[in-house]
């Protein structure tokens, strides 16, 4: 998505023609923090008559760059790291004629008047700019005014995209941890597949001439090359950024099972834990990430194998409820309590003193309710616990994800 930074441009007639143009968003709080200043900036114009008013601001990386601007004749000019710094450095309204360096810079930028909008800790979030021409008192006044006004709801935006980023670093942090676990696993899978291959190749020289020896290594070779770059292709989705993967395309439910019961695999056979899915073929689509889907199911899986004793069945299932899809985790554990089914989602909980709590089912259920959906828990008729996901069914059907198109 793009990062719409909003140009109101005035014709030679005085018509105001909107243009739009797009970089890259950082997220809803820099959509909240453009609206914010595009607006004040409108304002101005619309009372002082300047031919150009212009605001900065900061990316999440320190560059600073145009947020929105009014203007007639050329666009303004991007500052760079300098400019910002100078005109931040300011104590209020001031005219950019005092210095030699606020002269050049206002020259280079065709302005006259600054005002830098501070956020909670006294530092600079924004800047307001206006010119070429000297504005009268009266206006000098009404800058001060927006710059005031400003102040609070940008400290507030600000607050949100600090949140926003811890939030993100935890879900990451949680991914990570998952893929930690099952790190000697994941070597394991790789290493099958290469010792086959090293077997075929030290036999290769001797039967080279055995056509059919040559057709088995090649298809042998041809397989588990396929499997292992899809096992690659899913701890790249795991361990990459979740803000890099996280799209709003609907998920295919069949598709998210399998490649989680294919990750955890190794690690089900070596506690003796057979997983197994009930899947039926009609099922459709879910409105939630394929990779958050991916996410959620993990958590899950790893929670129910890690429970289940040897010679015991974890179960995945889904089945159509009405307009949503139910997404069934069972195992054969000593299932939950009723008086904890709310405090395991809480994070770090745990009800084994030998595996202290993570954070695996507190983000497994912030992420399904951010999809609108809910997560219950209960017990098997059999024994053992039961986790049920409910999502929204997609009306459209899911898209390839690029994992698959490889």
Do not use: C
Not at 145 to 155: K, N, T, Y
């Amino acid at each position: 998505m793009g990062e719409e930074i909003v140009h109101s441009q005035v014709d030679r007639r005085g018509n105001r023609d909107r243009r739009r143009t797009s970089t890259a968003w950082s997220g809803d709080t820099t959509r909240n923090l453009q609206t914010l200043l595009a607006s004040a900036v409108q304002r101005l114009q619309a009372i002082s008559g300047a031919t150009t008013v212009v605001a900065w601001t900061l990316r999440e990386t320190g560059e600073p760059y145009v947020v929105a601007a009014a203007f007639s004749g050329d666009p303004p000019v991007r500052p760079d790291a300098s400019d910002f710094r100078d005109i931040a450095a300011l104590s209020g309204v001031t005219r950019l004629d005092g210095s030699s360096d606020l002269i050049a810079l206002g020259r280079r930028h065709r302005l006259s008047v600054a005002v830098p909008v501070p956020n909670e800790l006294g530092d600079a979030a924004a800047v307001l700019l206006l010119g070429p021409e000297t504005p009268r008192p009266r206006i000098l006044g009404q800058l001060k005014r927006e710059a005031h006004r400003l102040q609070a709801p940008i400290a507030t935006a600000l607050a949100i995209a600090r949140v926003e980023r811890l939030d993100r670093d935890v879900h990451q942090l949680n991914r990570l941890a998952a893929l930690g676990a099952l790190s000697s696993e994941i070597a394991h899978e790789i290493r099958n597949p290469l010792v086959s291959m090293k077997t075929f190749l030290q036999l290769l020289p001797e039967r080279w001439g055995d056509p059919e020896f040559s057709d088995s290594f090649l298809a042998l070779v041809s397989d588990e090359l396929r499997r292992m770059e899809r096992l690659l292709d899913v701890i790249i989705a795991y361990a990459r950024p979740d803000g890099e993967t996280a799209d709003h395309r609907p998920a295919d439910v069949s598709t998210a099972i399998d490649v989680n019961l294919a990750l955890l695999d190794h690690r089900a056979r070596k506690r003796e834990v057979q997983l197994e899915s009930q899947l039926p073929d009609d099922l459709p689509a879910v409105t939630l990430s394929e990779d958050r889907l991916r996410q959620v199911l993990l958590n899950l899986l790893l929670n129910a194998i890690d429970v289940t004793s040897p010679g015991g069945r974890v179960v995945l299932s889904a089945k159509r409820v009405g307009d949503s899809v139910d997404i069934i985790v069972s195992d054969e554990g000593p299932g939950v309590p009723a008086g904890l089914r709310s405090e395991i989602f809480e994070p770090f909980f745990s009800t084994r003193s030998d595996n202290p709590g993570g954070l695996g089912l507190a983000i497994t259920r912030q992420i399904v309710r951010d999809a609108g959906g809910e997560i219950r828990v209960g017990d098997r008729d059999e024994g053992g616990a039961e986790f049920a996901v409910r999502l929204a069914a997609s009306e459209n059907p899911p898209t390839a994800s690029s994992e698959g198109d490889r």
